[in-house]
């Protein structure tokens, strides 16, 4: 095979299976069987024949894997409804404040006497007197699911796609019953383990912050740490270092290569057996294996795993493969394991990365000089050739991230982690002498991380760019290929110039008398923003849990700094209602100058002033009021702050949680003016929106913020029944994610936008 023999397949390959993951329907079996047989053909035409060849396996195996695993979800009409689940913990269950979280590998499914075709993984919160669940611990489970959905708003992840690529057919909690039994545990399981061993850190490491540090560090037990502790290591573009990365398998399969050399050295006559480099390749292959299912076997793992062992296996068999070669072959493992693995971040920053660091890097120098100009060089590559990705798939880059690397990268690879090899080693052999090692690996972990945190702080630590377009990533990507080619290439400068759509993207600004407004898809709550040319508001911002799950940050946020919103004038918390004003002080603290205001201020965790009926502020020609802060003296939801927002072609009322009691004052309040948009009381409740409330204002478009299968079953079918009887058109997040509507100067208001049916994927619900 020629050196560069596996990098057309590996590209065509990669390229057939990427063309799937943009379908709206997946095609029948018989066109992927079709497909498959028609590769098999072509294999025989020569070299292009054989490129087609790879690139149409990619796309009937990438079909027939989605087409699998979308009808291995449950059913729909299992939905909502209580089944029995027989079946085996996976991964580290999460402990939290509210639930015990974790998922379950089925075994067997009955719905009453029925047997109910459900295998593959299920996400499950146990709620309210939790039971202790232990990693590869069998239990019977009463649970009540549903099909994966997710919220989807702009900038937000795709929580549905996520869901695919991890195999998880449905999600749901735990339903109260003497059903829930445990029937014992699997022999042996390497999540066990992995338990075991944190465990034994948590217990020789007296800070519970330095203990989750070095969990994390050593077998991927990333369960101790907390929102902020996320926050500080994507300010210095680390997320992958908190958990085991693949640098991290480098090092112990180079720990592998130190072992075997130590026992040669030390039984010279090894060597008449085995050869040493063999020995060696196969320890490094043995050692890197163990530490990588310690890790989860995360895919950034399971990449340098599979190219260790290419390497292994060539020097076993006395072959020198290149690294293109080794990459290309991994790639191709990779995808003929799981396409669906194209899904995930993970998959392109591991792979983009190195592949970066193949092309645009070589050895300067040798020795210590090379090392070190290697070390910086490439922390430079990484991060300019990864911004491109980083932006795209989490809206956010680290201006210092060259830098923490720098510092972070050797620090935790070549120090922590063989220290803490060396304690889980000595966990097995002298459990006393573990615990002043991992002491020690603690401290260092402290240390490090302090001088993380102080960095965190740093200008441009969090670099937020507006959302954009796939051509965009594409001209950045090739721009820091071409910016960071080998020498020889010409006016290697102009590769900067291709990041200035990614730098400086487009965007669609109302004009003076003109607003947009979004409302955003929050699940059971509510958050609508509203821009004006120079000028932004937001609206509620949904709900926080007491497992911490922040929708002002889950969201709202995200959302602000993908529309290219910087600078907030007015945030308002309608009511105090957890599923309104839950996520309020995240976004209060990300945008301090704003000014707040509420209609229950005194039940609000921060300073917020009380709504003023009448009130306006005046914006770009577009007028914010104040109608009414409700009834002092009446119950939480009629003491909603309801603002009108209008510009010169429409208007947006804003009415939280009001009631049929507070909506006839609304309606007298709320003048003639342009066709007006409304945001359904209560989230179609069948308390609000009375058919007099509907006659009077006379909306031109209606919008809900419901969450899916909500337990309250909003909006009610009879509230909805009005607006289609009074000729009212109405949309609804639940079915279709964040809803957003112009409403220019010059005509009326219109839905531009709908991020559920903005980008149909075959997995999206």
Known sequence: MRKDGAL????????????????????????CSALAAMACMLLRFGAYGRALAWCLLGIAWACWRGSTAMDARLPRDREGQDMTVVGRVADLPLVGNDATSFLLNVDDATLGDTSSPLHGRVRVSWYRDAADIQPCSRWQLSLRLKRPRGLLNPGGT??????LERNIVAVGYV???AENVPLGATPFCINAVRAAISRAIAERVGDAHDAALLQAFSVGDTRGLSQHDWEVARANGIPHLIAISGFHVGVAALFGVWLARFVYLLFPRCGWRLPRVQAQAMAAMGVAG????????????????????????????????????????????????????????????????????????SMRGKGLHGFLHELSAGQLVMTLSLMPLTIWFFGESSLVGALSNLIAVPFVSFVIVPVTLVGMILLGICPPLAKPVFVGAAWLSHAQWWLLEKMATWPGAHWYLPEVGGWALVLATLGALWLFAPRGMPMRWLGGVLFLPLLFPSRMLPTQGGFQLWMLDVGQGLSVVVRTEHHALVYDAGARYPSEFDLGEAAVLPSLHALGIEHLDLLVASHADN????????????????????????????????????????????????????????????????????????????????????????????????????????????????????????????????????RFHHPSPVVMKRYDEAGVPWLNTATSGAIQVNAPPDGPPYVADTWRQRQSRYWRE
């Open 579 to 710: 599923d309104h004003a839950g996520g309020i002080p995240a976004v209060a603290a990300q945008f301090p100058a704003a000014e707040r205001m509420s209609g229950e201020p005194e039940r609000l965790p921060i300073a917020m002033a009380p709504c003023e009926a009448g009130k306006t502020w005046r914006w770009d020609g577009v007028s914010v009021r104040v109608l009414s802060s409700g009834r002092i003296d009446g119950p939480a939801n009629d003491r909603s702050c309801v603002l009108l927002v209008e510009g010169a072609g429409g208007r947006a009322l804003l009415t939280g949680d009001i009631t049929a009691a507070i909506e006839p004052a609304m309606a007298d309040a709320l003048a003639d003016g342009p066709p007006l948009v409304l945001s359904v009381p209560h989230h179609g409740s069948k308390t609000s929106s009375s058919a007099a409330f509907i006659q009077s204002v006379s909306p031109a478009l209606a919008l809900v913020s419901a969450g899916w299968r909500n």
């Open 8 to 31: 057309v397949p590996a590209i065509m390959l990669l390229l057939g299976v990427l063309a799937v993951q943009w379908l709206v329907v997946l095609p029948p079996a018989w066109v």
């Open 175 to 177: 339903r109260d019953g």
């Open 290 to 361: 163990v530490y990588s299912a310690l890790a989860g076997f995360g895919l950034p793992t399971v990449r340098t795993l599979l190219m260790i062992g290419i390497v292994a296996l060539a020097r076993c068999s006395r072959r020198h493969p290149t690294g293109a070669q080794t990459l290309s072959l991994a790639l191709v493992a990779v995808l003929l394991v799981d396409p669906l693995s194209v899904l995930s971040a993970g998959f392109w920053l591991s792979f983009i990365g190195v592949a970066f660091l193949m092309v645009c890097m």
């Open 158 to 163: 795709d929580s549905e796609r996520s869901a």
